[in-house]
């Protein structure tokens, strides 16, 4: 629903940087990749956490 | 151990460092790892109290990102063991409520160390309002009491060059990664691409570990600096070996 808080595999904070990630890399034209490199998340288990993310809030609201 | 211990750093930001210690054994510097990841207390929310809360996720999802929201940690010393702190949070949609919202009872020692982390979205009329209280508590009771995330050692590999190579021979990448040691200077191998014939090209070498030399790669959620890290990591090994000392003497 939201983005989790931390990487599941190592711990590292990664919410930190998924709004940044998803204006540049999801709305935005950059290259996912190269958005993921200049945060600074650099390990996959990381990576695959932001990448494969989907925000459900806006599907679920409507439902309270 | 009587050897010569030696510290030095490779590479060091304020969360992330690479360093080198010689002179001690696998054993030890798996002792130290692990000390890192599981031993160093570190404060987290670990209960919340919900004054309101509409917002489309459950109190105890909330609840769980509250507590992985990393805190700035002073040492117990400063603090006081059995101490917690009391963090509010008061968002009212719509808006986003983040982790920088957090307000703290102790504004100068502990805080949020990251600000940007969304804790949920919130829609009109929706409100999230909660106390929460922050504890000490060690890595291997709860993942976000851990301080050192991803930590790990490998040992400093020494490249030594034997010659050229045969003029006909065609070169093969050869990848190593860490830290080499050339001649005493240490180099991250990230610097030639993790390939030795970038560095060393046309060149036969050899790599070889350094006995009891390793390479820590460090990086912390925040809670600390590196340093501190470490060294908490380093003392509370000291603690055990004091309190095993004290319980087996006659």
């Known amino acids: 629903m939201m983005v989790p808080v931390r990487c599941f595999t190592c711990g590292t904070v990664v919410a930190e940087h998924w709004e940044e990630f998803e204006e540049r890399a999801r709305e935005g034209d950059e290259d996912p990749a190269e958005v993921l490199d200049d945060l600074g998340v650099d390990r996959f288990c990381c990576r695959r956490m932001l990448v494969s993310h989907t925000d459900l809030v806006d599907v679920v609201s409507p439902y309270q | ?250």
């Open chain 2, 1 to 250: 151990m009587a050897s010569d211990y030696d510290v030095e750093f490779v590479e060091r930001t304020e969360r992330e460092a690479r360093i080198l210690v010689r002179g001690i054994t696998p054993a030890f510097a798996n002792g130290i790892r692990r000390a890192m990841v599981a031993d160093v207390p570190t404060l987290a929310i670990d209960t919340v109290r919900f004054i309101e809360n509409s917002s489309v996720m459950f109190d105890e999802q909330l609840g769980l990102r509250l507590g992985l929201v990393p805190l700035t940690t002073p040492t117990p010393e400063e603090f006081g063991d059995d101490d917690v702190v009391t963090l509010s949070i008061d968002v009212e949609g719509p808006a986003t409520a983040y982790s920088g919202d957090l307000v703290s009872s102790e504004p100068d020692l502990v805080k949020p160390a990251d600000e940007n982390v969304p804790i949920i979205q919130l829609k009109d009329d929706q409100r999230l309002e909660a106390e929460a209280e922050a504890v000490y508590d060690h890595g291997k009771n709860h993942a976000k009491h851990q301080g050192g995330v991803a930590v790990g050692y490998r040992h400093l590999q020494r490249v030594t060059v034997d010659g050229d190579l045969p003029e006909f021979e065609e070169e093969e990448s050869q990848i190593v990664r860490g830290v080499i040691e050339d001649d005493g200077e240490l180099i991250p191998t990230s610097e030639f691409g993790h390939d030795l014939t970038e560095r060393y090209p046309g060149k036969d070498v050899t790599v070889e570990d350094v006995p009891n030399a390793f390479v820590f790669h460090v990086e912390t959620d925040g809670s600390f600096a590196v340093e501190e890290l470490v060294t908490r990591a380093v003392d509370s090994i000291d603690d055990r070996a004091a309190e095993l000392e004290d319980a087996v003497q006659l």
